[in-house]
């Protein structure tokens, strides 16, 4: 399934939820995760999305391991799964 697709599905379950979801990009600093996700108890996760077992490139991995590094969860979705997961986990 493409990332596209795994983003979409996964946003519309955490929305479903509660949740607040939003694309992330910055234009001033590449590598930085697709998408931000923030519960309702105010958890907020940064979410990487590739497709099925398509690994994060050296500088995205780098960001996702600053973030982690300063206590903010930061995490590879490669599966409708593996995000409907993370958003059951942290509701």
Sequence with gaps: ????????????????????AYKFTSTAHIGVP????ISPKGRVIF????????????MQQREIDRINQHNVLA??????EAGKEMVDAYT
């Design 1 to 20: 399934m493409l990332e596209k697709k795994i983003e979409k599905i996964v946003k519309q379950y955490a929305r479903d939820k509660g949740w607040l």
């Design 34 to 37: 697709d998408g931000i996700f």
């Design 47 to 58: 979410c990487e999305f590739k497709q099925t077992g398509k690994k994060p490139t050296a």
């Design 75 to 80: 995490l590879v979705i490669d599966s409708v």
